[in-house]
């Protein structure tokens, strides 16, 4: 693999920045990575693993970088920013990997200076775990990274920062940021919301039935409780930051619910057969896309990471 970048600042080393060191490094990417996270404890747990060059502060971490990656929680953008602007190189090119992407459109073009390329972008891989040393090389590998360029984002720089992305195995695809926000909330921030709820629901009901819920947990419960321990912080914020599409989703998914639970209460069953149907067929295009696995449980073998 060809070099992409001189000098690629990872701001923030989570499992994202993370996996992006390990995978920039494998494919020999970038002359050099340096990175700079908020607490000393996750920098000396960086250093420990030798993830990348860590640097004591922003500032020193994008010094002559050609490449920016705004890598925390999305209501930590503007901050970061703030810190970061000075320091930064003439033609830089800032991404970030925000799980919302208008608000952080929001938080950092005011703080752009003159001649930087800001190019949004948001990769659709993760997992529950979070922290330096949760990163790894493949999390990428044929996951989709969508970019949310600026009316007037320059060409070659796009260009540049695709050729990185595709090199670390992912997808690219380009999106209005809008459009990115109400897609994600269907696919990604409502779920993640009705996980937490129903695994609170089974935490009230365990303080009533004992420890059986943790004992008997069924496949479809366990499930929820994966996506149920993902970061709280990173959460938190991104249904804070995209808080109309989630709240149009959840509606909606509100009025469904209604719908299946009157089908219930008047013993439809042909109504409850034809939705599970239908459902049926959007499991099937995900494999079909690639998305997931046929495999039972989800495809998770003891000890694999699952996609997230
Ligand atoms: P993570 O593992 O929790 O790591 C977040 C990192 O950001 C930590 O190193 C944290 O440092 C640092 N940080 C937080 N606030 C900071 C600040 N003000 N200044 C400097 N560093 C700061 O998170 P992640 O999963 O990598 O997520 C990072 C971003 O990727 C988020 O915007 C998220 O929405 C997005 N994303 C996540 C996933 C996923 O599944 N996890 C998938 C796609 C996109 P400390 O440890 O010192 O606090």
Same mark, same amino acid.
Not at 37 to 45: H, I
Not at 249 to 258: A, D, H, P, S, V
């Given at each position: 693999m060809t070099q992409v970048y001189d000098k690629v600042a990872l701001i923030g080393l989570g499992l994202i920045a993370g996996s992006m060191a390990h995978a920039m490094r494998e494919g020999g990417l970038a002359g050099r990575i340096t990175g700079y996270?908020?607490?000393?404890? #996750?920098?000396? *747990?960086a250093r420990q693993i030798?993830?990348?060059?860590?640097?004591?502060? %922003?500032?020193?971490?994008?010094?002559?970088a050609d490449l920016v990656v705004l890598a925390v929680p999305v209501g930590a953008m503007a901050d970061v920013m703030t810190q970061i602007t000075p320091h930064l190189a003439p033609g830089v090119t800032i991404t970030d990997v925000g799980s919302v992407?208008?608000?952080v459109i929001d938080a950092v073009t005011p703080h752009l200076p003159a001649g930087a390329h800001f190019i949004p972008g948001h990769p659709l891989a993760g997992t529950e775990h979070s922290g330096p040393r949760a990163g790894f090389a493949s999390l990428f590998r044929n996951r989709w990274w969508l970019l949310t360029p600026l009316p007037d984002t320059d060409p070659d720089a796009l260009a540049r920062l695709d050729r990185l992305i595709t090199a670390m195995g992912a997808? #690219?695809?380009?999106?209005? %940021?809008?459009?990115h926000d109400l897609v994600l909330a269907v696919t990604s921030h409502a779920p993640h919301l009705i996980a937490y709820t129903m695994v609170g629901v089974a935490d009230h009901l $365990?303080?009533?039935?004992? &420890?059986?819920?943790?004992?008997?947990?069924?496949?479809?419960? $366990?499930?929820? #409780?994966?996506?149920a321990a993902?970061?709280? *912080?990173?959460? $938190?914020?991104?249904?804070?930051?995209?808080?109309?599409?989630t709240l149009d989703?959840?509606?909606?998914? *509100? &009025?469904?619910?209604?719908v299946l639970q009157r089908a219930i209460r008047m013993g439809d069953g042909q109504q409850l057969h034809d939705y599970f149907t239908r459902t049926r067929a959007i499991r099937r295009g995900i494999i079909e896309a690639g998305q997931d696995t046929e495999a039972p449980d989800f495809g998770r073998t003891p000890g694999a990471r699952p996609a997230g």
């Open positions: 996270a908020r607490s000393a404890e #996750t920098r000396d *747990t030798a993830l990348c060059e860590v640097c004591d502060s %922003a500032a020193e971490a994008v010094a002559g992407k208008q608000s997808k #690219t695809d380009r999106m209005d %940021a809008a459009h $365990r303080r009533v039935s004992g &420890e059986e819920v943790i004992q008997y947990s069924a496949a479809g419960f $366990r499930d929820f #409780t994966r996506i993902s970061d709280p *912080t990173m959460w $938190r914020d991104v249904f804070l930051h995209n808080k109309e599409a989703i959840l509606g909606r998914f *509100t &009025e469904e619910l209604f």
